[in-house]
């Protein structure tokens, strides 16, 4: 399960990047509106040692985009130890996975839809998403409906554009859930042929805890099990938004590593 996991993950990036490889790392260099990172080659078994890191970040600064790492942490035990020795900021968070007969749907007090590849709904979306990351943990907060509006407009065009792409393509599945305020939570899935992955699920501050992220979450995962999905993965950020997932009926099966 966690090579098939790992797998998926050094694959979905190369529908917005060109793969490198940097000694025991492949770098996604971005063809699009936002940045990729480096992983480790998947099934390599070599250690990674801090001179590695520093290859990694040479290569990074001629190119002049961030050093930043994503992981596994089973399948490369070796990489976190490594990036704090030279000198990176490592973080782990929860790996959850959902196979179809463990899918318990769950549903909200909100319309919750699979989005089309339409400019202002996904601006929405992505409002609704900036400023659900920009407070992070579950607790209910300020920003609602209003700030959403306002940061609609801020979204760059050129992201959009991007977003809507890959909509279109299929590359990416949005979600959202409707009140009668619009759109007050969102997400998508990622599918690359029977595998896929849960990413930036988030709710408007003021309308957390009422559901709508698990709702969302099962709205993405009915979905990607109806098109052919068979693994849903996901990282959750800590143990409290591991256990939106874990209601729908997500379980750990390990820990990703980040480091930048
Ligand atoms: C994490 C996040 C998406 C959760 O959104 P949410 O809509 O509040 O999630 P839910 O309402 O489904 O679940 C949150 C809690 O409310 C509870 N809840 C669900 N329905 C409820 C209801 N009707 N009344 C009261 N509580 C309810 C859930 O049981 C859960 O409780 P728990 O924290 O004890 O597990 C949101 O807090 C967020 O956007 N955080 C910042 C971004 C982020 O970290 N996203 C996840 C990336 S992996």
Excluded: N
Excluded at 10 to 36: K, M
Excluded at 117 to 131: G, H
Excluded at 194 to 200: L, M, R, S
Excluded at 249 to 260: K, L, Q, S, T, Y
Aim: net charge negative; aromatic share 4%.
């Amino acid at each position: 399960m966690i090579t098939r996991v790992d797998d998926y993950l050094h694959a979905a990036p190369l529908s917005g990047a060109i793969p490198e490889q940097v000694g025991p790392f492949t770098l996604f260099r971005s063809t699009t509106a936002w940045p990729y990172y480096a992983r480790p080659v998947p099934g390599s078994s070599a250690v990674v040692e801090p001179a590695d890191i520093d290859v990694l970040r040479a290569r990074c600064a001629e190119l002049e985009i961030p050093l930043s790492l994503e992981w596994v942490v089973e399948t490369c035990p070796s990489l976190g130890p490594a990036a704090d020795a030279a000198g990176l900021t490592v973080v782990e968070h929860p790996l959850l996975v959902l196979e179809r007969d463990e899918f318990r749907p769950v549903s909200a007090d909100a319309r919750c839809e699979i989005l089309s590849a339409d400019d202002a709904v996904l601006r929405q979306a992505s409002a609704v998403a900036s400023l659900a990351f920009h407070d992070p943990g579950t607790a209910i907060g300020a920003g609602g409906p209003e700030e959403r509006d306002a940061k609609a407009i801020d979204v760059q065009d050129e992201r959009i554009k991007a977003v809507v792409a890959r909509v279109a393509q299929g590359i990416s599945v949005s979600a959202g859930a409707f009140t009668e305020v619009g759109m007050v939570a969102s997400g998508q899935h990622q599918p690359v042929g029977t595998t896929t992955e849960i990413v930036g699920v988030g709710t408007l501050p003021s309308m957390r805890r009422r559901g709508l992220a698990a709702a969302v979450t099962s709205t993405l995962a009915e979905h990607a099990f109806a098109h052919g999905v068979d693994l849903i993965l996901l990282s959750a950020a800590d143990d409290a938004v591991a256990a939106v997932y874990e209601r729908v009926g997500f379980h750990r099966i390990g820990r990703v590593g980040a480091a930048e």
